[in-house]
């Protein structure tokens, strides 16, 4: 069997074509935009004239790792079910702001004061980040750092849980 220049042709089309079509997914994969949000408590603003340098803040740190640019229109964060309000919004967050490739992150921050009462749920607040496009994105809990407005709380619930497993043990034996 003889190889002809249309089958030639054919080969070489066929692995050019698989490698367009291969090429093209990357680049679609490669050119969307990622965002990261980072949620933070207990910061201190140094340096600032205008503001006090003992208050804690919340700190919401939004970047865009992807090369599409997007375009950030609410900041807040999310409470849990149960309090009267779904989320605090931020005021930094409203203006709105542009996330390109390569662009600063977008910090927002927040007052802490008040967020006492949240304490109990405070592993599920949230930081949400809301997107021209309609997508949103959500901040990771660090659950291992309390923030200062809830170590009370905590402290109030481990030392009652251990009391309670001392009852327990006592009502065992």
């Not at 910061?43 to 375009?71: H, Q």
């Not at 200062?148 to 709380?153: C, D, I, N, V």
Request: charged share 30%.
């Amino acid at each position: 069997m003889q190889i002809t220049l249309t089958d030639i042709a054919a080969i070489l089309g066929m692995i050019l074509g698989t490698a367009g079509f291969v090429l093209g997914v990357m680049n679609y994969l490669r050119d969307r935009s990622k965002i990261k949000v980072k949620l933070h408590w207990d910061w201190i603003m140094a340096g600032d004239p205008l503001t006090d340098s003992k208050k804690k803040w919340c700190v919401i740190i939004v970047t865009n790792e992807g090369r599409r640019p997007v375009y950030i229109t609410h900041v807040l964060v999310k409470i849990p079910k149960g309090y009267e309000a779904g989320g605090l919004l931020l005021k930094e967050g409203m203006r709105g702001e542009k996330l390109g490739e390569g662009d600063r992150p977008a910090i927002f921050r927040m007052d802490q004061d008040g967020m006492e009462k949240y304490a109990k749920d405070w592993k599920r607040l949230k930081a949400e980040v809301l997107l021209s496009n309609g997508k949103s994105y959500h901040a990771k809990v660090n659950k291992k750092k309390v923030p200062s407005w809830a170590t009370e709380y905590e402290t109030k619930r481990k030392q009652m849980s251990f009391w309670k497993r001392l009852q327990s043990k006592r009502l065992k034996a």
